[in-house]
């Protein structure tokens, strides 16, 4: 259920800032660093991963029946709903998920309107519900081999998962399911970051962009 805190509509629609790519691809260290510079007060960021739909009893092994890949595994609904209500200035109450029990926890983040929000997700592109909630789209175009070891890094540090499970589940489902949602919604992308030297050039243009805000 869509749960909206009652605080006053901020003055100023906000900006929603979308960021996408392949898992591993470097959009997650971009989002972090434009909002690092900016700062909390101008912008937040949400992410996908924070909406996937609870799994603990469906869960058999990484690779196996649940495919964390695929769009049905996210309920992109409630996040679009999130969008829409942070643009009339409502506060919202994003879920959290827990990655090691493959559940939706019961804590909930807090995220209020403000200037720029920014949207980070391999899938949100794909999404005929959050797409057009988007005011501007930045797709992360890496190396496969590069998104894969990023990929296996983060999985096992992070997220407790073991090496093995993990490989197996980006060979059956992270570079198909990549293959056949995330790579095609690149032609709905404002900017295509395709190296470092774009990688910079891109932050570089936002920062510009919204530079007004630190000094405000």
């Not at 937040?44 to 009893?57: F, R, V």
């Not at 009339?88 to 926890?105: A, C, E, I, Q």
């Not at 929000?117 to 992360?140: A, K, T």
Request: aromatic fraction near 10%.
């Amino acid at each position: 259920m869509l749960e909206i805190d009652s605080i006053k509509p901020s003055s100023a629609k906000p900006f929603i800032l979308g960021v996408s790519g392949g898992s591993g691809s470097g959009k997650t260290y971009f989002a972090n660093a434009l909002q690092k510079y900016l700062g909390d007060k101008n912008c937040s960021i949400i992410y996908q991963d924070d909406y996937y739909i609870d799994q603990s009893k469906k869960f058999d092994f990484d690779g196996g029946s649940v495919n964390f890949d695929h769009p049905e595994s996210l309920d992109f609904k409630l996040l679009a709903q999130h969008i829409v209500e942070l643009k009339k200035g409502h506060s919202v109450k994003v879920p959290t998920y827990d990655f090691t029990t493959h559940s939706r926890t019961k804590i909930t983040n807090l995220v209020q309107p403000k200037p720029i929000i920014i949207v980070d997700g391999i899938l949100i592109f794909n999404s005929e519900e959050v797409r057009p909630q988007l005011d501007e789209l930045v797709f992360f175009d890496t190396p496969e081999d590069l998104r894969f070891e990023r990929r296996l890094e983060r999985d096992v540090k992070e997220r407790g998962r073991d090496p093995a499970g993990v490989k197996n589940q980006i060979e059956k489902q992270v570079k198909p399911m990549h293959d056949q949602f995330v790579e095609p919604s690149k032609k709905y992308a404002d900017h295509v970051v395709c190296d470092l030297g774009e990688y910079s050039e891109v932050l570089d243009i936002f920062k510009n962009k919204w530079s007004s805000l630190k000094s405000s």
